[in-house]
């Protein structure tokens, strides 16, 4: 695996061709997300190396993520832990809202700061030992990575309200019942399995697939007008594009297409 692995201490990355893959890779502590693992992915997700087209985010180990490293946790201020809570926001939104879609590989824990890791990729696949959890009302803490937004989002205020009452977990199949998994597969299968769904993706115009990334999350919070607006907006944008072109010539002559991002 290519790329510039060295530049990375907390997490492990690779590039091959257009996907990189990084990977949580401290397994002894169930991939637990102290602070150098958020600046990390902060500054991957900043500034993606160039060429890269989608990504894999995956863990070592039998648990994707058990959440906030606890051995870490100390005493705040009311303003040290907003300060603390907004760095994990701003990046999970880089994450989400960057130019590169990205694939999460779930398997074993995915609780608490896991769950709202997972929640800020865009596709999600899940093997059978996946379980989902937010401990946080019976630790005396809150979520505060994004997950009252995004979690509440995804599932509901209630069901989330729920989870965070009792602590209790939900099974890979309830979790893609719910949504949380848009894929399941069998045990063993989850890492190639994200790549082979990384690279599909990496081969789609890069246009679409960044305003894909940045346009639907913000129809969604816009009046049904807007919405509308922004929709006719952004179709101009991509059908305008020598890819757009290169798509239909391509589906007409029942060939493969060559996106090259223009």
């Not at 039998?62 to 705040?76: K, V």
């Not at 590989?105 to 999600?124: D, N, T, Y």
């Not at 899940?126 to 979690?151: D, N, T």
């Amino acid at each position: 695996m290519g790329g510039d692995a060295g530049r990375w201490l907390a997490l492990g990355v690779g590039i091959e061709g257009d996907v990189a893959t990084i990977r949580l890779r401290r397994p002894q502590r169930a991939n637990a997300l102290n602070e150098a693992t958020i600046t990390e992915l902060g500054e991957f997700f900043a500034e993606p190396p160039a060429g890269v087209r989608a990504a894999v985010l995956l863990a070592e180990g039998e648990h994707f993520c058990a959440g906030l490293d606890l051995a870490e946790h100390r005493s705040r201020s009311p303003f040290e832990s907003m300060e603390h809570s907004r760095r994990w926001h701003a990046t999970f939104d880089r994450l989400e809202h960057g130019r590169v879609p990205v694939v999460a590989a779930l398997q074993g824990a995915v609780i608490g700061g896991g769950l709202e890791l997972a929640l800020a990729a865009h596709v999600r696949v899940a093997g059978p030992s996946a379980f989902y959890s937010l401990p946080e009302g019976r630790l005396g803490i809150f979520v505060g990575g994004g997950g009252a937004v995004r979690i509440g989002r995804l599932l509901g205020t209630d069901r989330m309200r729920e989870m965070m009452l009792t602590g209790r977990r939900l099974t890979a199949a309830q979790g893609q019942r719910l949504g949380i998994s848009h894929e399941m597969v069998h045990t063993g299968e989850v890492g190639a399995r994200a790549h082979d769904v990384a690279r599909r993706i990496a081969a789609n115009a890069p246009l679409t697939n960044q305003l894909i990334l940045a346009a639907l999350p913000r129809v969604s919070d816009m009046s049904r007008g807007d919405g509308l607006w922004a929709e006719a907006l952004t179709t101009a944008l991509t059908q305008s594009t020598a890819d757009a072109q290169e798509g239909l010539q391509a589906f007409l002559k029942k060939r493969p297409p060559v996106f090259r991002g223009t």
